[in-house]
């Protein structure tokens, strides 16, 4: 059988690989080495750290906290000083800074996203005191340790912090997966354009085509499994939403009722007094005993 193909494997592997160091080489990071990389197929493991390419003025990880068998739920991880009631302080595996994991936010991320990011230590020791944060983080409430907000979370610098890992969370939920499965549409499109072509200029390499059309109708399936694992990740988003808004309801349930028992206890007090008033009144009426004339 003709070695064309395997030429054309070739060419695709080295392809992938200039531009997994292209985008690394973007963002200031070396190439991961191989047991820095997560296999194809490869499920992370709990408390692994990764680190994906970003934009050149963010430096932000991402801790799996929660894993199934299609996706997996990342928490933002940095290493800034200032941390607030759902934020967790991680000694660093390797040592240096502290890992601060901003557990207010993350999102959901189908397994084959974490091909082309690399792994940077893991944390597994925290994944109890992470889901803890989590669940508070869900329910809108501060952990039962917290007290009043504290001046970190009260500090300007603190709140555009937070502003900035939301808008990293977004993008990688948003900018970071749609190019990633825009790339895979775009090598479909590159096999099917060189299938083209393969046919015009030489009909009789039938088995070439043929293994070609395999290929693309493997990255097909790759697509559409990448489209559904969009769509869930949609859903999580949506269910996260309707929570936060549920969350807000009973806020505004609690702050009515408190206003109910203020006004309840104002009436109570007025009552009291106007007793009061009364009992000094009918004590004030009573008439004193006259003191006996002396013999």
């Keep these: 059988?003709?070695?064309?193909?395997?030429?054309?494997?070739?060419?695709?592997?080295?392809?992938?690989?200039l531009v997994?160091?292209?985008?690394?080489?973007?963002?200031?990071?070396?190439?991961?080495?191989?047991?820095?990389?997560?296999?194809?197929?490869?499920?992370?493991?709990?408390?692994d750290v990764?680190?994906?390419?970003?934009?050149?003025?963010?430096?932000?990880?991402?801790?799996?906290?929660?894993?199934t068998p299609t996706m997996s739920f990342v928490?933002?991880?940095?290493?800034?000083?200032?941390?607030?009631?759902?934020?967790?302080?991680?000694?660093?595996?390797?040592?240096?800074?502290?890992?601060?994991?901003r557990c207010k936010?993350?999102?959901?991320?189908?397994?084959?996203?974490?091909?082309?990011?690399?792994k940077f230590a893991n944390v597994t020791f925290a994944i109890p005191a992470l889901r803890e944060l989590m669940m508070h983080a869900n329910?809108?409430?501060?952990?039962?340790?917290?007290?009043?907000?504290?001046e970190v979370e009260a500090d300007p610098i603190y709140q555009e912090h937070q502003n900035e890992v939301g808008r990293m969370t977004e993008w990688l939920?948003?900018?970071?997966?749609?190019?990633?499965?825009?790339?895979s549409l775009s090598r479909i499109n590159g096999l099917e354009n060189a299938l083209s072509v393969a046919r015009r200029f030489d009909r009789e390499r039938g088995d070439q085509a043929k293994e070609l059309?395999?290929?693309?109708?493997?990255?097909?399936?790759?697509l559409a499994v990448g489209d559904k694992e969009m769509a869930n990740l949609r859903t999580s988003l949506s269910l996260k939403a309707s929570q936060l808004a549920e969350s807000e309801a009973l806020s505004r349930h609690l702050e009515s009722r408190v206003e109910e028992l203020e006004k309840q206890r104002s009436a109570q007090q007025e009552e009291l007094d106007s007793l009061s008033r009364t009992v000094r009144d009918l004590i004030a009426r009573i008439p004193m005993p006259r003191p006996e004339n002396p013999i």
């Design 173 to 183: 939920v948003t900018d970071f997966v749609e190019r990633y499965f825009d790339a």
């Design 1 to 17: 059988m003709n070695t064309q193909p395997s030429a054309l494997e070739s060419l695709l592997a080295s392809t992938r690989s």
């Design 75 to 101: 928490v933002p991880v940095d290493t800034s000083e200032l941390s607030g009631h759902l934020d967790l302080i991680m000694p660093c595996p390797h040592g240096g800074a502290d890992l601060v994991a």
């Design 50 to 67: 990764f680190q994906f390419p970003q934009p050149s003025s963010s430096d932000y990880r991402w801790v799996v906290t929660v894993s």
């Design 20 to 47: 997994t160091t292209a985008r690394w080489a973007a963002v200031g990071v070396g190439g991961a080495s191989p047991d820095q990389q997560i296999a194809s197929g490869a499920i992370p493991a709990l408390g």
């Design 105 to 118: 936010f993350g999102c959901w991320l189908g397994h084959s996203c974490f091909q082309s990011g690399r």
């Design 213 to 222: 059309a395999e290929k693309v109708a493997t990255l097909t399936q790759f």
């Design 139 to 150: 329910l809108g409430v501060a952990p039962p340790e917290g007290g009043e907000e504290n």
